[in-house]
C-alpha cells in the first residue's frame, strides 16, 4: 500500500487535477487496499480472475473491490435517456494511471449489449468498451475499461492457485544445501522436465522446496504457458534469460517436423489436398440407418464380385438390369465423390411431401402454441387448440386438427417450453449439459485442499435418548468434503438445524485430522454461511469463499453424491432408517421407523466415523480408477505436502473456531464484566483499571453458556457467568429458546421486553423451564458426546492419512512447541460459586 509520501509523489509525478485527487482519496477511505495475500470476499469466477492477475501484476500498486459508485448517463436501446447509478468491479491504481475496471463473462458482455447497446459496445471483433464509462474517466483523467472472460489467461490462473500457499508464506524455511542441488540441478540441465526432475530428487529434496524456489523466482517456468499441476509439460530454467536463448533439444525438433526427414521429398513433391466432397461423403453415410448400411454391404460385394469377374456371391441370381443400374451408380459417385460405395446406399422414399397445411394455417399454431401455451398460465392443450379454431376462423384459413396441434406442441417441448410454463427450477433438469470445451482452472482443483465443499443433509434414520430410549427425530449430517480426491475430509452430526456452529465444528475437526485449512471453500446459499463469525474464521486463515448457484443441484454434485453414498450404503442398513416414509400411506404403526429406532446419536456417530474415514476411503471411486485415499496421498505427493500451511490443533485455533457478538466486542463494565447475549462475565483480569469501559474482543462457546473468553492484555482470558450455577453446560441455542419463550409469555416484542441473566436463570431452573425445553436438553445432551470426542484431540495431535505421518521435522518441532507454548486457562470446576450481583 502507498505511503502518504509516495501517494504525495504519484500525484505530483500524473500531474492529476485536485478534483480528480479527491476521487482517488474517497476511494481509498472507502475500505483498505487489496494487494498480495489476505483473505477475499465471496467473488464470482472473472472478478476472481482480476484479482490474481491484479496481485501479480508489477504494475499495480493498489486495487479496491466495489469502490464508491458514479452516475453513467447514455441513451437505452428505445432512445429513452437514463442515468443510473454504477459501481464498478474494482479501482485500480497503477505506476503510471489509475481507473475502474469491471469484469464480466463474454456471454454475459452479449446479452447486455444487446439489452443496452449504447453502454456496452464490442469493437474489432474482440475489445469491449462503456462509452459512458469512459466518457465519466476522461473528465478526471482516468481510465475506465471493461475486462472480459476472454482476456483471462488461464493456464496463470491455475499456476497461482497452485502457488498460492508458497506466495503467502515468506517464511518457508528451504534447507541451503536442498536449494543449491536443484538449482544446480536445473542449471546443469537446462530446459529439465520438472516430471524428471521430481522423480530423481525424490532422496535429495521435497517437492515443497522446488515449488517454493519457483514461487520465489528463484527457478524460472513460464507460467503463462505450462501448467504446474501437469509437471510433465513444464520445463524449468535457473533464469528467464536461459530459456530465452536455450534450444530445444534435438530429439525434440525432430518431433515438432510433421513428417520423417527421410520422406520430406515425397511429401513435398505430392501435395495432399483435402477432398471438398469428403464431408457430403460422411454425411451420407452418418444419415444412412442401420438397415441402409446393410443393403449397401451386399450390393457392394456383388459389384465388386462382377467386376473381378469372379460369380455372384448371392444364392438368388441378381436381375441384369438391377446389376447395371448399381454399376452405373457405383461408377458415377465413384467420379464424384471419390468412392463408388455411396452410389450404392439406398434412395430414401419420403412419399408425399406436400404440406396439408396453408402457411397462414401453420403460422397461426405456432403463434397460438407461444401467446396461449407457452405462458405461465400453463393451460391445457385442449384450450388452446379451442383458441386455435377460432383465430383460424376468423382469419378463414383451415383449422389444423386437434392432434396436429398436440404433435406441434410436442416438437417443441424441451428446456425452452418448461422454463416459459413453470420457471427456471422445474427446466433446470432439462437444461443441456455444459460442456467446457476451452482449457479453464479445472472445477474439481489441481491438488487436494485447493478446492473443498462444505453442505448439510438430514439423515434417514430416527434416533433415541441414550438415557431414557425415547425418540429424538432425525439428526443433521455435515460434511466437509475434498473436490480433488471426493475424500471425506470430516463429518459432524447433531440434532440443531444447519447453523454456523455445524460449520464450525466441522472445521474444527478437519483440522483435528489432517491439520490443515483448505484454500477455496464451496458452499451454498444458506444464511449459516453468511454468517459473521464463519467470514471471520475464513479471513483468518486466508480461505476463499465461493457461493454455488441457487437451485442448480449440478453445481453441488460432489456433496450430493455422498449424501446419497452415505445413505444407501450405510444408513439404509440400521434400524430405524426411514426410507419406508417415502411412501407414506404405506406406512402403518408396525412398520413405523419410531417404533424401531434404537441407534442413539453418539452411537451412529462413531459407526458413520467408521464407515467414511475406513471404508468409503479404501473403495475405488469411479472419477479416479483409485480409492480417495489413495488419490489424496497422490495428489500430496506431486503437488507437496506444504508444511507451512499446517495448523496446530490447540487452545489458540480452539477459541478462533468459537462465536462472537455482531460486533464482535463488548464494553467492560466496572464491577460486573463483559455483557454476551444478555449474560455478564467476569474474570480477575477484567478488574484492571486501564481495562475498564474499554472495548475488548470477545468469544463465547454455543455449548455451554457458563463461560465466555476476552481478550485482555494480548491475551485470551475465561470468564466466568454471574449465574454459572444455573448456565453451566446450557447451550445457545437453549438460551435461545428460553428468551423466545419468555417474551412469549409476557406478550411483548422485543424492544419492549429486556431479558436479564436473572430472568434466564431463573427461568431454566424453574419446572416449567425444564417443561419446555426438555427436547432440547435432551438433544444438545446427545451432541456433547460427540462435541467431546472432537475436543479430546487437544491432548492428542495426530493425522489419519498416509502422507500426513512424513510431515518434515523441522514443521513437527514447530506445531509442538506451539501447543506446549499456548496459555493457560483457568479451570472452571476449581471456582467457587458466590451469590449473584
Not at 527421410?262 to 513433391?269: I, R
Not at 393451460?379 to 404433435?407: D, H
Amino acid at each position: 500500500m502507498l505511503s502518504s509520501e509516495e501517494l504525495r509523489s504519484w500525484y505530483e509525478r500524473l500531474n492529476l487535477s485536485p478534483e480528480t485527487r479527491s476521487v482517488i482519496d474517497q476511494v481509498r477511505s472507502s475500505e483498505p487496499a487489496r494487494r498480495v495475500g489476505g483473505g477475499r470476499r465471496n467473488v464470482h469466477r472473472v472478478e476472481l480472475a482480476g484479482i490474481y492477475e491484479m496481485e501479480h501484476d508489477d504494475s499495480v500498486e493498489e486495487f479496491y473491490d466495489q469502490p464508491p459508485s458514479f452516475r453513467l448517463d447514455y441513451v437505452s436501446a428505445e432512445g429513452r435517456h437514463l442515468g443510473v447509478r454504477h459501481t464498478p468491479d474494482f479501482f485500480v491504481i497503477r505506476q503510471d494511471t489509475a481507473g475502474w475496471e469491471e469484469w464480466k463473462t463474454e456471454e454475459e458482455l452479449v446479452r447486455l449489449a444487446e439489452k443496452s447497446p449504447h453502454r456496452y459496445r464490442l469493437e474489432n471483433g474482440n475489445h469491449w468498451r462503456c462509452p459512458p464509462g469512459e466518457e465519466y474517466a476522461h473528465l478526471l483523467g482516468l481510465y475506465y475499461r471493461v475486462r472480459s472472460s476472454g482476456e483471462i489467461n488461464w493456464v496463470f490462473q491455475r499456476n497461482m492457485q497452485f502457488l498460492e500457499d508458497y506466495l503467502r508464506s515468506d517464511s518457508f524455511p528451504i534447507p541451503p544445501l536442498a536449494r543449491e542441488r536443484v538449482r544446480a540441478y536445473v542449471f546443469a540441465w537446462p530446459g529439465v522436465n520438472l516430471q524428471a526432475l521430481l522423480e530423481d530428487s525424490a532422496g535429495i529434496t521435497a517437492p515443497d522446496d522446488i515449488y517454493s524456489l519457483i514461487a520465489t523466482g528463484q527457478l524460472y517456468v513460464d507460467l503463462n504457458a505450462e501448467p504446474l499441476a501437469e509437471p510433465e509439460k513444464v520445463k524449468l530454467f535457473g533464469c528467464r534469460h536461459a530459456a530465452l536463448t536455450c534450444s530445444p533439444p534435438p530429439q525434440e525438433r525432430l518431433s515438432q517436423n510433421s513428417c520423417d526427414p527421410a520422406l520430406q521429398g515425397s511429401c513435398a513433391s505430392t501435395p495432399l489436398t483435402p477432398n471438398p466432397a469428403a464431408s457430403d461423403v460422411i454425411k451420407k453415410l452418418l444419415d444412412a440407418s442401420e438397415e441402409d448400411l446393410r443393403v449397401a454391404n451386399q450390393r457392394s460385394e456383388i459389384v465388386r464380385h462382377h467386376l473381378k469377374g469372379d460369380p455372384p456371391p448371392a444364392a438368388e441370381p441378381t436381375p441384369p438390369r438391377t446389376l447395371r443400374r448399381w454399376l452405373l451408380e457405383y461408377r458415377a459417385a465413384n467420379r464424384f465423390w471419390g468412392t463408388g460405395y455411396v452410389g450404392l446406399l439406398p434412395r430414401p422414399r419420403p412419399g408425399n411431401c406436400v404440406p396439408r397445411l396453408s402457411e397462414n394455417s401453420v403460422q397461426l399454431l405456432n403463434e397460438v402454441i407461444e401467446t396461449e401455451y407457452e405462458t405461465k398460465k400453463q393451460k391445457n392443450r385442449y384450450a388452446c387448440w379451442i383458441w386455435l379454431q377460432r383465430a383460424c376462423e376468423q382469419a378463414g384459413v383451415r383449422t389444423p386438427s386437434y392432434m396436429t396441434f398436440c404433435t406441434a406442441v410436442r416438437k417443441r417441448a424441451g428446456f425452452e417450453q418448461t422454463l416459459k410454463r413453470k420457471g427456471h427450477r422445474a427446466a433446470y433438469p432439462q437444461e443441456p449439459f455444459y460442456f467446457e470445451l476451452e482449457l479453464k482452472t479445472p472445477r474439481h482443483g489441481d491438488r487436494p485442499f485447493e478446492i473443498c465443499h462444505i453442505d448439510h443433509t438430514e439423515l434417514d434414520i430416527e434416533l433415541v435418548c441414550s438415557h431414557t430410549r425415547q425418540n429424538l427425530g432425525r439428526p443433521w449430517y455435515t460434511i466437509l468434503t475434498d473436490a480433488f480426491s471426493r475424500r471425506l475430509l470430516a463429518i459432524y452430526l447433531t440434532f440443531d438445524p444447519p447453523s454456523y456452529r455445524c460449520c464450525m465444528m466441522v472445521l474444527r475437526e478437519c483440522v483435528r485430522r489432517h491439520g490443515r485449512f483448505p484454500q477455496s471453500l464451496v458452499v451454498d446459499g444458506g444464511k449459516e454461511f453468511g454468517s459473521v463469525y464463519f467470514d471471520t474464521l475464513l479471513a483468518r486463515f486466508e480461505c476463499t469463499k465461493k457461493t454455488r448457484p441457487p437451485a442448480k443441484a449440478r453445481f453441488g454434485s460432489v456433496c450430493e453424491r455422498l449424501f446419497g453414498t452415505s445413505n444407501t450404503r450405510f444408513i439404509h442398513n440400521l434400524a430405524g432408517n426411514t426410507q419406508i416414509m417415502k411412501n407414506i400411506r404405506q406406512v402403518t404403526k408396525s412398520v413405523n421407523p419410531k417404533r424401531h429406532a434404537e441407534w442413539t446419536l453418539a452411537e451412529l456417530y462413531e459407526g458413520l466415523c467408521q464407515w467414511a474415514y475406513e471404508v468409503y476411503d479404501t473403495v475405488s471411486h469411479p472419477a479416479h480408477g483409485q480409492t480417495p485415499r489413495e488419490a489424496f496421498a497422490a495428489g500430496l505427493a506431486q503437488s507437496g505436502i506444504r508444511p507451512h500451511r499446517m495448523i496446530a490443533y490447540d487452545e489458540e485455533f480452539r477459541l478462533w473456531t468459537l462465536p462472537t457478538t455482531v460486533r464482535g466486542q463488548a464494553r467492560v463494565v466496572p464491577g460486573k464484566g463483559v455483557k454476551i447475549n444478555h449474560v455478564f462475565y467476569w474474570a480477575a483480569a477484567l478488574r484492571d483499571p486501564e481495562v475498564e469501559r474499554t472495548l475488548v474482543p470477545v468469544r463465547y462457546d454455543p455449548y455451554d453458556a457458563g463461560v465466555s473468553y476476552t481478550f485482555v492484555r494480548n491475551r485470551w482470558v475465561q470468564c466466568v457467568s454471574e449465574h454459572y450455577s444455573a448456565l453451566r453446560g446450557r447451550s445457545e441455542r437453549e438460551l435461545m429458546l428460553a428468551t423466545a419463550e419468555l417474551r412469549r409469555r409476557t406478550h411483548h416484542h422485543a424492544g419492549q421486553f429486556t431479558v436479564t441473566a436473572k430472568k434466564l436463570a431463573d427461568f431454566l431452573a424453574s419446572a416449567e423451564g425444564d417443561h419446555v425445553l426438555k427436547a432440547q436438553r435432551t438433544k444438545d445432551q446427545e451432541a456433547k458426546g460427540i462435541v467431546t470426542t472432537i475436543q479430546a484431540g487437544l491432548d492428542e495431535l495426530r493425522c489419519d492419512t498416509v502422507v500426513e505421518s512424513e510431515i518434515p521435522t523441522r514443521d513437527s518441532v514447530a506445531m509442538t512447541l506451539a501447543v506446549e507454548a499456548r496459555a493457560k486457562t483457568l479451570s472452571v470446576d476449581d471456582l467457587t460459586t458466590y451469590e449473584e450481583y
